[in-house]
């Protein structure tokens, strides 16, 4: 509210504002060099951040006269208030427009325990020492319950910006662990918030009914951006991304909504997380919005926001003893308490110790409730300058003690905490299967985005599938490969052509129309590199995604007479590298059908019915084939047909079969095939000749064909397959399936389980 009422009726803004300027240039210059000298031990950009305002606040560069001359104006101070102000609708809304909601409810309740946990415990320990902090802070009045409230919420406080790109710099943002901490830090912040508005409701008679009033513009503005969002996307059809001011309209109403709350005495934070939560997310608006954020606020929103958190650091405090022991209390007090109860939820959840000390130093970095608590507690009750500043030295400390210890507990765990799941095998089909598929234009999206539906399984069964868009980068511009993302704003429009051209918006529609139908939202990545470094940023992606699978589309396609044309040979190249360097599992979709039309590209729905078939000869991949297909078979527009291939009787010839084959099997058999899910046939073959034979009997029955990829031994039922054999990476099955000569009216899945999954 004091940011709100100091920017409307400031009179003079040219000379602070200048001021400001300066700061934040000298701020963010100094963060990046911290952040290069610091990353190399291990510590993160917060942190790094905060202690690059330190270095050039009142206790560091500021010191010195020049200095503290030229950076500093005492009507500066007026103007933080202001600027937190704006940078906090910013990410906050960001950060609703980022949540997974299905993730977010899914773990509601063990999110909620952990924040919850280390709320009651700071409530416990807050409530104690306000009592006896009270009179070494200066605090004026006889408010002491909501002074103690006030000590509860900062102690208790945990700032999801910090967490969020605390996560994301440890590569652990996709992990159960990271999501999970993320998740508890979003409900521990709402609930300080909830908690601090409450405290205004009722030091104000008016407080309810204004706050219902917030409630009343909250939903409205929801509810306006729903049809905005539809009517901008609708206006877009054609273009890649909104017009800037179509951006800068849904931005404006956010920003507008908020000082309105602000200016009733209410915090805008919550308003703005569920403006962003509540945000459509299909369609060309969320993805403008995140593509035009995400940049600004990693790069220049927060390192300013946490490094004016340092910079107004004041160390002159501590030339006295009650001073450091009141910092001292408050800072050990916020540590025990959050860890502490963290730990005792971990114990209740049965998570393990050492991840949960993570999650209790990732829930205790500051910065973000107890900011909009030093900004605005003077509504409710007086103090002095002292007093802020103290609890501001409080919140830095907190922040850079959990940022390095987090650091230096990752060193130790981060082997521990990487892939989970690098094959479908070690995963149960009812627990949450990521996967990244990759497309090189418009073409391939139909068969990738037809297997993400049909591996979604039940509808209880989540999903949380990644697009992946590969553009080949033009031989000119070789010497500047990079990612997409990591192109400035002037160089993306200046080479859009280049980096996929119109084939952008063709993904885009058909990722829209997908996620309109099924409700399951793809997130999209694009990466532009050469043919020989492509396969490097497909598997660097799948590791930090933790997916899976990997799907890639063959390098040949279907002509209109069905016969197989070759594409680029770099894809091949591509598919080869990635099958010997991938963390995962890996597919190969090779996209066929009857007249040249693909046989496996539609969205499933409940008018649709698909036939699949599982090709089984037996050895690893084929477990993988098998392990892909139970989840398959669990989606109810799915008919799924198992067919194994074994030696006949009276074959004088011994089958290397794998020893865990009849094991999966039969484990198969009881849970899918007996309860009439899932059909099985055996087919008796002898050799290569039986086994072609049979394939094209089967040739007409299905649309998608399912098969492990190799590694089956010395198999008398693939027994001259390989002499006409053309792609070894398909391996011989699926390269006999993929041939011109070899008529079928369906697509193909290839599969290859990966190669080391204990690592």
Request: charged share 15%.
């Amino acid at each position: 509210m004091n940011a709100t009422q100091t920017f409307i009726c400031q009179p003079d803004l040219i000379n602070p504002l200048t001021t400001m300027g300066l700061q934040m240039s000298g701020i963010l210059v100094l963060s990046h060099l911290f952040h290069l000298a610091m990353k190399a031990v291990g510590n993160s950009g917060p942190v790094a951040q905060i202690l690059a305002g330190f270095a050039l606040g009142p206790t560091g560069l500021s010191r010195i006269d020049k200095v503290k001359n030229f950076l500093y104006e005492q009507s500066t101070k007026d103007y933080y208030p202001i600027m937190e102000f704006f940078f906090s609708i910013i990410f906050m809304f960001q950060i609703g427009l980022e949540t997974d909601i299905s993730y977010a409810i899914r773990t509601l309740r063990p999110a909620g325990t952990i924040a919850y946990g280390g709320i009651i415990l700071s409530v416990i320990l807050g409530g104690t020492a306000s009592f006896f902090s009270y009179r070494y802070l200066d605090f004026i009045g006889n408010a002491y319950i909501v002074y103690g409230l006030f000590v509860i919420i900062v102690l208790a406080n945990a700032a999801p910006p910090a967490v969020i790109r605390l996560t994301a710099e440890l590569k652990i943002a996709t992990s159960d662990l990271g999501r999970l901490a993320v998740c508890s830090s979003v409900v521990n912040d709402m609930s300080c918030l909830f908690l601090y508005a409450l405290i205004i409701a009722t030091h104000s008679g008016k407080g309810f009914g204004r706050g219902i009033l917030c409630l009343v513009v909250t939903v409205g503005l929801i509810f306006l951006n729903k049809y905005l969002a539809l009517w901008f996307n609708r206006r877009n059809r054609n273009q890649k991304y909104l017009k800037n001011t179509e951006v800068f309209v849904i931005l404006s109403l956010v920003i507008a909504t908020s000082m309105i709350i602000e200016l009733m005495s209410y915090n805008s934070s919550i308003n703005c997380f569920l403006l962003g939560l509540m945000f459509p997310r299909e369609g060309k608006s969320a993805r403008t919005l995140l593509f035009k954020l995400t940049y600004s606020i990693n790069n220049f929103i927060l390192p300013i926001y946490f490094g004016y958190i340092g910079f107004q650091f004041n160390g002159n405090y501590f030339q006295k003893l009650e001073n450091i022991v009141s910092v001292i209390l408050i800072v050990v007090l916020s540590i025990v308490g959050k860890v502490g109860g963290t730990l005792a939820a971990c114990k209740y959840m049965k998570i393990p110790l050492n991840e949960g000390v993570l999650i209790g130093f990732l829930l205790n970095m500051k910065g973000h409730a107890d900011l909009v608590l030093l900004s605005g507690v003077s509504n409710i009750f007086s103090w002095t300058l002292k007093s802020h500043d103290l609890l501001l030295i409080t919140i830095v400390i907190n922040t850079v003690i959990s940022g390095v210890v987090i650091s230096i507990i990752m060193r130790k765990e981060e082997k521990r905490l990487a892939q989970a799941y690098r094959s479908l095998e070690l995963q149960d089909p009812e627990n949450e299967l990521r996967l990244l598929a990759c497309v090189y234009g418009p073409r391939h999206v139909a068969a990738s985005v037809g297997i993400i539906s049909a591996l979604r399984g039940p509808q209880t069964a989540p999903i949380t599938p990644y697009l992946m868009h590969l553009v080949e980068l033009p031989e000119k511009h070789k010497a500047k490969s990079a990612l997409y993302h990591e192109l400035e704003d002037e160089e993306i429009e200046v080479n859009e052509d280049d980096y996929g051209g119109n084939d952008v918006v063709e993904i885009n529609d058909a990722v829209d129309a997908f996620t309109a139908d099924t409700k399951v939202l793809i997130q999209q990545i694009k990466a532009v590199s050469t043919f020989s470094n492509m396969y490097e940023d497909i598997c660097d992606y799948a590791e930090d995604l933790r997916v899976s699978i990997i799907l890639v589309p063959f390098h040949k396609h279907q002509r209109i007479d069905g016969k197989m044309e070759s594409g680029k040979e770099g894809i091949r190249t591509t598919n080869q590298r990635v099958l010997r360097h991938a963390p995962c599992s890996v597919g190969i979709i090779v996209n066929r059908g009857p007249g040249g039309a693909p046989g496996f590209t539609q969205i499933l729905s409940s008018e649709t019915t698909q036939h699949v078939a599982t090709l089984f000869f037996g050895g690893p991949d084929d477990q993988e084939a098998l392990a892909c297909s139970k989840r398959i078979a669990t989606h109810p527009c799915v008919n799924l047909t198992v067919i194994r291939f074994v030696p006949s009787p009276s074959s004088s010839t011994e089958n290397a079969a794998h020893p865990d084959d009849d094991v999966l099997l039969a484990d198969f058999y009881n849970r899918h095939v007996r309860s009439g899910q899932v059909r099985y046939v055996e087919k008796c073959v002898n050799n290569g000749t039986q086994t072609v034979a049979a394939l094209t009997e089967m040739g007409d029955m299905y649309t998608l064909f399912i098969v492990g990829r190799g590694r089956r031994g010395q198999s008398p039922m693939t027994t001259g397959m390989s002499d006409w054999e053309e792609c070894p990476e398909l391996g011989i099955v699926g390269d006999v399936l993929a041939s011109s000569e070899f008529s079928i009216n369906g697509s193909v899945l290839i599969i290859q389980q990966h190669r080391n999954p204990s690592i």
